[in-house]
């Protein structure tokens, strides 16, 4: 694989440094080639939300960190993109968190599964992994799609499924979990599904999470409960929805022809 050699002076810099990343994980194996699709999706929704944190996203963010501080059984699930895009933070994140660490994929495959957790250990030679041997099934999701590790998703009471397809999240949901998502999407099923919806790109939202969860780790209880309990979905998803659309009348109204910088 040819090295990255696009300068940092490059208007469009860190967008090809992650397709790079993702580049060098199809070849190693790590990433599914719908896993490409994905990511130029999440980038169309990335342009359209400014490439940036946004306040809902901060509030989602917030509270998902509460309720997994909260939680009995937390489960960090990674998958092909999360690991190309994101290997350390993944690691870093489930340790800040407590939480149990799940390679779980939508196109699996065991050697896939073995490449990516030879994949995290090398950010971590000890980390514990599950999702390896898994051993239950997500009812009503056939074979591959449902598998999960017993000891992990499957008696999970909170998990944060980043970059997910809808229909694992709607069969999470249905499971009686509590599912956290991060999507660029706002309109995707899983965005709508979740019952936390980060829309904020992966590679922003974890490094963010982490440094919340080191800070919130010492909150009183009530504190975050109190956080969870006045926090609305709907409310953030319709946020995010208006934010979108003021946006983008912003720019029509201030003209985007030959701008360089949005
Ligand atoms: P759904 O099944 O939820 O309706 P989908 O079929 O469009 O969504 P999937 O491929 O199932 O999409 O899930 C991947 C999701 O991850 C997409 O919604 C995409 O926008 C989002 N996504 C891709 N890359 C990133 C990223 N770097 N950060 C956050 N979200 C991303
Ligand atoms: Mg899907």
């Known amino acids: 694989m040819a090295r990255f050699m696009v300068p940092k002076s490059h208007p469009r810099y860190w967008s090809l440094y992650y397709r790079h990343k993702l580049e060098e994980a199809l070849e ?35 509270a998902a960190v509460a309720k997994f501080l909260l939680a009995e059984h937390p489960v960090v699930s990674v998958n092909g993109n999360v690991a190309a895009l994101v290997p350390e933070e993944t690691i870093e994140l489930a340790n800040a968190l407590n939480a ?87 309109l995707s099923r899983s965005a709508r599904m979740a019952d936390i919806t980060i829309v904020d790109n992966i590679v922003r939202a974890y490094p963010y999470m982490i440094k919340l969860a080191e800070e919130m780790r010492s909150w009183p209880r009530e504190k975050l409960e109190r956080i969870i309990r006045n926090y609305d979905n709907g409310r953030t998803l319709n946020a995010v929805l208006i934010h979108v659309r003021d946006r983008l009348t912003e720019l029509a109204e201030g003209g985007i022809w030959r701008r360089k910088e949005l």
């Open 28 to 62: 190693k194996g790590i990433l599914a080639k719908a896993g490409m699709i994905a990511h130029g999706r999440g980038e169309a929704f990335d342009y359209l939300i400014g490439e940036k944190t946004i306040e809902p996203a901060e509030k989602a963010m917030k």
């Open 100 to 186: 149990k660490l799940e390679i779980n994929l939508f196109y699996r495959s065991e050697e896939r599964v073995r490449t990516i957790a030879d994949e995290l250990r090398k950010y971590d030679p000890d980390v514990e992994l599950l999702g390896i041997n898994p051993t239950k099934r997500i009812p009503n999701l056939e074979s591959e799609r449902g598998k999960v590790d017993e000891e992990g998703i499957w008696k999970a009471d909170v998990v944060l499924v980043p970059l997910e397809d809808g229909d694992r999240t709607e069969a999470l949901v249905a499971m009686g979990k509590f599912v956290v998502t991060v999507d660029l999407n706002p």
